[in-house]
């Protein structure tokens, strides 16, 4: 049956190096698989992101905008993959708007909530691998050669503050969350991503 997975870590944990991987892996057990991210995965998202991730704006807005695109990446794509019975991979999702918005910039959870409620009630993710570094070594992973967007020019408080949040959604939901310790080497993360992959009950996707 279909499941929705996401991938959450804070920039540089190095969860964006494992989605193909993953995907290649469900492929070859003969399922259907889409990949796509967050901000972002439809043409409105997409335009959304560029704003999101290069604008100064209000937190408030930053946190509809974030909502917004991702009101429109569910009815657009995952709602319909999983209905067709697709496998869907997205490159974050609603924990990393709690993680960033609500961890890095403070925004209270309960706004978040407020959010999460109205735009997807009924749908959570089956499986949510969160990829955890220190943030030294997060930050000696980011890309020197590219320009960093606003969230990835943040101070060191702010990835602390994003990573203890997404730890404690972590603990939270320990039923959907599994913590990848992603200091060990490409090779050793997807041993691990292995047997996360083939542990997976084989139930309908998507509701709780």
Same mark, same amino acid.
Request: hydrophobic letters at 45%.
């Given at each position: 049956?279909?499941?929705?997975?996401?991938?959450?870590?804070?920039?540089?944990?190095?969860?964006?190096? &494992?989605? +193909?991987? %993953?995907?290649?892996?469900?492929? =070859?057990? *003969?399922?259907? $698989? #889409?990949?796509? @991210?967050?901000?972002?995965?439809?043409?409105?998202?997409?335009?959304?992101?560029?704003?999101?991730?290069?604008?100064?704006?209000?937190?408030?807005?930053?946190?509809?905008?974030?909502f917004a695109a991702r009101r429109e &990446?569910? +009815?657009? %794509?995952?709602?319909?993959?999983? =209905?067709? *019975?697709?496998? $869907? #991979?997205?490159? @974050?999702?609603?924990?990393?708007?709690?993680?960033?918005?609500?961890?890095?910039?403070?925004?209270?959870?309960?706004?978040?909530?407020?959010?999460?409620?109205?735009?997807?009630?009924?749908?959570?993710?089956?499986?949510?691998?969160?990829?955890?570094?220190?943030?030294?070594? =997060?930050?000696?992973?980011?890309?020197?050669?590219?320009?960093?967007?606003?969230?990835?020019?943040?101070?060191?408080?702010?990835?602390?503050?994003?990573?203890?949040?997404y730890l404690r959604r972590a603990a939270?939901?320990?039923?959907?969350?599994?913590?990848?310790?992603?200091?060990?080497?490409?090779?050793?993360?997807?041993?691990?991503?292995?047997?996360?992959?083939?542990?997976?009950?084989?139930?309908?996707?998507?509701?709780?």
């Amino acid at each position: 049956m279909a499941k929705f997975i996401t991938f959450e870590g804070i920039d540089g944990a190095g969860k964006s190096t &494992h989605i +193909a991987f %993953v995907a290649d892996l469900l492929r =070859a057990q *003969g399922l259907q $698989v #889409i990949t796509t @991210r967050e901000p972002g995965g439809t043409t409105l998202g997409e335009a959304l992101r560029e704003v999101l991730l290069h604008q100064k704006m209000h937190l408030e807005t930053e946190a509809m905008l974030m909502f917004a695109a991702r009101r429109e &990446h569910l +009815a657009q %794509v995952i709602e319909p993959a999983l =209905a067709r *019975g697709d496998w $869907v #991979i997205s490159d @974050r999702f609603t924990d990393a708007t709690f993680a960033y918005q609500g961890g890095g910039r403070q925004l209270p959870l309960a706004k978040l909530e407020a959010l999460e409620q109205w735009v997807h009630p009924h749908l959570q993710p089956d499986l949510t691998l969160l990829f955890d570094v220190p943030l030294e070594v =997060a930050r000696t992973r980011l890309d020197a050669t590219r320009t960093l967007d606003k969230f990835e020019q943040e101070k060191a408080d702010f990835f602390a503050a994003t990573r203890a949040e997404y730890l404690r959604r972590a603990a939270q939901f320990p039923e959907r969350f599994r913590v990848i310790d992603a200091t060990r080497t490409i090779a050793e993360v997807q041993q691990e991503l292995k047997q996360i992959i083939s542990s997976l009950p084989s139930q309908p996707g998507g509701k709780q």
